[in-house]
């Protein structure tokens, strides 16, 4: 799988879009960018993921650059209930998944009142 | 059922007694994990199953870890002579083995040890 850098922490102010970051330069191209949260004393949520367009929920949009090189996760209105860990990870589908999925360190979002 | 469920939700016991932890997994989902967050840590991984094929056991901390999933729905985990290190919140999921959707996890709610 190949290698994703998240800052460690962020902050932002509820009501406001809260813009997360996620670097992986080795991604190759049949790999896909996955987003999960962890709220605190909770287990790990599924957001998002995506190949290379933009996908929307209703949780969340994430931005993948041309070269698929980074991506944002946007959470348009953060609320004091999205403060979490947010977990950026790259994998690839179907056979190739047959694997263990792991987590690294994520980013924590606080949102500020 | 309509999502993963995990019992027991708490359990308390003795160093050196043996747990059983229990993870029912959403129905029709091959793939199925085990993962371990110790107090203030990250996510470990334990162990991965895959509808008939030989599990991924590389996670397990120790022999005194083990894990087994029957007729390809219910697992177990095991923790034989348990030690206050064991202490964690062990998180179950499951997922679909549908190409983008393999990787999408359904997590259930964990079970707190506590080994006194």
């Known amino acids: 799988d190949a290698k994703t850098t998240q800052p460690t922490s962020m902050d932002c102010a509820e009501g406001r879009a809260a813009n997360l970051p996620c670097n992986h330069s080795t991604i190759s191209g049949n790999e896909y960018v996955y987003w999960y949260r962890q709220i605190h004393s909770q287990g790990p949520q599924y957001i998002i993921h995506g190949l290379k367009n933009n996908e929307t929920n209703e949780m969340a949009s994430l931005i993948i650059t041309e070269d698929r090189k980074s991506s944002t996760l946007i959470l348009p209105h953060a609320t004091l209930r999205d403060t979490a860990v947010y977990y950026c990870?790259?994998?690839?589908?179907?056979?190739?998944?047959?694997?263990?999925?792991?987590f690294g360190k994520g980013i924590t979002l606080s949102v500020r009142p | 059922g309509a999502g993963v469920s995990q019992s027991p939700s708490n359990k308390v016991t003795e160093k050196g007694k043996d747990v059983e932890l229990r993870c029912d997994p959403i129905s029709g989902h091959t793939a199925l994990y085990w993962y371990r967050q110790s107090l203030g840590q990250g996510l470990e991984f334990l162990i991965y199953?895959?509808?008939?094929?030989?599990?991924?056991k590389s996670g397990l901390p120790s022999d005194r870890f083990s894990a087994e999933r029957t007729g390809g729905s219910v697992s177990t985990l095991t923790i034989q002579r348990t030690q206050q290190e064991d202490s964690a919140v062990y998180l179950c999921a499951s997922s679909s083995r549908q190409g983008a959707g393999a990787n999408v996890l359904t997590f259930g709610a964990g079970s707190r040890l506590t080994v006194l």
């Open positions: 990870i790259v994998r690839v589908a179907g056979t190739g998944a047959n694997s263990k999925l792991t």
């Open positions: 199953f895959q509808g008939n094929s030989a599990p991924d």
